[in-house]
């Protein structure tokens, strides 16, 4: 595919445009740059690649195929959102740093070789991380500073595999990778886990994410992790080892969402787990199950992006997003409450809501290449999910106890955003050929027959009965103020302590050594004092008697020998 | 925090509306458990195929969800600031 102007470039020229802007002006021009774009793609001729010769190499700036294109449109559609959602901010920071995101990841997925990737990488981290920073607490500005450098170090892990990979095959395609490249194999696949948040290299995303501003956090949950679905889809498709990694991506952050307060951090623990989906369908590799992995990406950029929009809405119009200290809010916020509760059967893959339609493809395909213990712990993850996101953050938001909280819906911007993903939800989980229409793989799949249907009912109505019982019965975990451990305990805490530790220790055999030294030196001027000070040996004045008489005994002695 | 006094009470306010509807959702699950036995289920494999599969599955991982997580709470939960505390007392040079 060929178009007018590379994917990115609109983006980034409207982020400078908009540095210059200010008021409804910045606010009007960014609003329209994804316009522009989209109509940029829209108008895209079948072509060739767009290169760009610097020195020996060759930057493939644009490669357009199917794949690339369903995450093109997606993430127009996704700056549009985002951008209509934060149009009350007077920020300029925010309103540079979300464009030039945007842009950044439309490069990043239309990168036809490592070295156009990488660039665009960093770009991500770069430009997303002001989007915390502007928060402005020393909690963000601390996590920024940990966001930045670890995302900025996957990148320097995808330079370092991309140049074993030139040095052993000549090429810098960015195309089918797998593991069995070896080395090079490896190191980009660890750098595209950082980035997608795999386990134990995740806790930058759930650090992160809840510190940034309210409308930040709507881009940050839309194009860093799916830039890396992408790269795994790409790269890794139908690599075993990641079936496993996104079931246990799936599993274990639906335990941390049930007792995590704040409740933009349980739709972070909420993203692994949806990504989890993805990458086991990435890893299964068949042809349902990739489509299943990049539809259910779509999908989940406009419903977790919905469902961040409720939140944010919350967070700007109370100052409070800890599920202990809301509740009661669908009184004053009826039509937030409405919007949230669509995001949240989404999510849960509700019939005729968006996530129905994508998620069980890569169920199906799990079931269909023999993997029922992965099928079993997807069906788990997906109850979960119903219960941490589809219940509990509406529930504790909007309902539950009434926190005595009493605002008024959020500026219309903000609720036209949220209207405009809603309608996509339905719209594609009621008539999701148009979504299947951009899938690149061939791959026939039916999601409304009645098993389908009366199966998914049956679960997600029989998760809400335990939450009921749960809380009925008492035995349901208050919200509490709380943080929960989790693997970057390991550098946060005990790396920071061995550290402290180390450097104590050498401290102390400095100080050792220094007085050692200091003894030594003192010993020595002690001794030559002893002997050669005023009192010494060798300062001793000697009577003038015994003095001739020593020099009369030399004479005669002398003068002995001289006559002998 | 109580609600202001001249406040309209919420429709969910009233425990009766809240017990109205909790009846219909327990209805509404009764009749999809029994939806099973009255149509002819495309199952997936033998097991998946159980009458009452996905009901019994989704209320007893929910629960089992729930349970497991207050657990890890007992192992896990510190307070808000922990991060944010240490680094302070190790700044004033307290070294615990």
């Known amino acids: 595919m060929e178009f007018a102007l590379p994917p990115f470039l609109p983006f980034f020229l409207g982020a400078l445009v908009v540095a210059v802007l200010r008021g409804r002006a910045q606010a009007g021009v960014a609003i329209l740059v994804p316009i522009l774009g989209f109509a940029n793609l829209w108008f895209g001729m079948p072509g060739a690649s767009e290169t760009l010769k610097i020195l020996d190499f060759t930057l493939v700036l644009v490669r357009a195929d199917e794949l690339a294109m369903l995450f093109g449109w997606l993430f127009h559609i996704a700056a549009f959102i985002g951008l209509v959602y934060s149009s009350h901010l007077r920020d300029t920071t925010q309103q540079v740093a979300a464009l030039a995101y945007a842009g950044s990841a439309l490069g990043a997925v239309f990168a036809g070789d490592f070295i156009t990737l990488f660039i665009f990488w960093e770009l991500l981290a770069i430009s997303s991380v002001f989007l915390i920073w502007a928060r402005r607490t020393p909690r963000a500005i601390a996590a920024g500073f940990r966001y930045l450098l670890i995302n900025v170090f996957s990148g320097v892990i995808l330079l370092a595999g991309a140049l074993v990979r030139l040095w052993e095959t000549g090429s810098l395609e960015f195309s089918y990778i797998g593991l069995e490249a070896g080395l090079a194999g490896w190191l980009i696949l660890l750098a595209l886990g950082v980035k997608a948040a795999f386990p134990f290299l995740h806790n930058w995303l759930t650090d992160a994410y809840p510190e940034a501003t309210p409308t930040g956090t709507v881009f940050l949950s839309a194009f860093t992790t799916k830039v890396a679905v992408y790269a795994l889809a790409r790269a890794y498709p139908g690599t075993e080892l990641l079936i496993y990694i996104g079931g246990a991506m799936a599993m274990f952050p639906i335990f941390y969402a049930v007792i995590e307060n704040d409740l933009r951090r349980v739709l972070a623990y909420s993203m692994i787990n949806q990504i989890g989906f993805m990458v086991c369908g990435i890893g299964i590799g068949t042809a349902l199950a990739l489509n299943g992995a990049v539809s259910h990406a779509f999908n989940d950029v406009i419903f977790k992006g919905l469902l961040m929009m409720s939140m944010g809405a919350v967070l700007h119009m109370t100052g409070r997003i800890n599920g202990s200290e809301l509740g009661g809010l669908y009184k004053s916020m009826p039509i937030t409450t409405v919007l949230c509760i669509v995001g949240a059967a989404s999510i849960s893959a509700f019939p005729l809501f968006s996530g129905f339609v994508s998620k069980s493809m890569v169920m199906q395909a799990a079931m269909d290449e023999g993997y029922p213990v992965i099928w079993l712990a997807l069906l788990f993850a997906s109850a979960g999910v119903f219960h941490h996101a589809g219940i509990k953050i509406p529930f504790f938001a909007f309902f539950a106890h009434d926190s005595g909280i009493r605002t008024t819906e959020p500026p219309l911007n903000m609720l036209l955003a949220m209207g405009v993903a809603a309608v996509l939800c339905i719209g594609i989980g009621s008539y999701p050929d148009v979504l299947y229409g951009l899938l690149p793989y061939e791959a026939e799949y039916h999601p409304y027959d009645w098993s389908h249907v009366i199966t998914q009912t049956q679960l997600l109505f029989f998760s809400a009965l335990a939450f009921v019982w749960l809380n009925l019965t008492g035995r349901y975990p208050p919200e509490l103020p709380s943080a929960n451990l989790d693997a970057e305990w390991l550098y946060r805490r005990l790396a920071p302590r061995v550290a402290g530790c180390a450097i104590s220790a050498l401290d102390r055999m400095n100080a050792a050594l220094d007085r050692f030294g200091q003894r030594v030196k003192d010993r020595a001027i002690a001794y030559v004092e002893h002997h050669h000070g005023p009192e010494g040996y060798f300062a001793r004045t000697w009577p003038t008697g015994s003095m001739v008489a020593l020099v009369a005994m030399v004479l005669v002695a002398s003068l002995a020998f001289y006559l002998a | ?96």
């Open chain 2, 1 to 96: 925090m109580t609600a202001p006094k001249d406040d309209k009470p919420g429709w969910f306010d009233d425990w009766g509306n809240v017990k109205k509807l909790l009846r219909a959702f327990y209805a509404v699950c009764g009749l999809l458990f029994l939806v099973d036995f009255l149509y002819h289920r495309h199952a997936l494999n033998e097991w998946e195929g159980f009458w009452g599969f996905y009901p019994v599955y989704g209320f007893v991982a929910c629960v089992l969800l729930v349970l497991i997580a207050k657990q890890m709470r007992k192992v896990l939960m510190r307070d808000e600031d922990y991060y944010e505390r240490k680094r302070d007392r190790a700044e004033r040079g307290d070294d615990a």
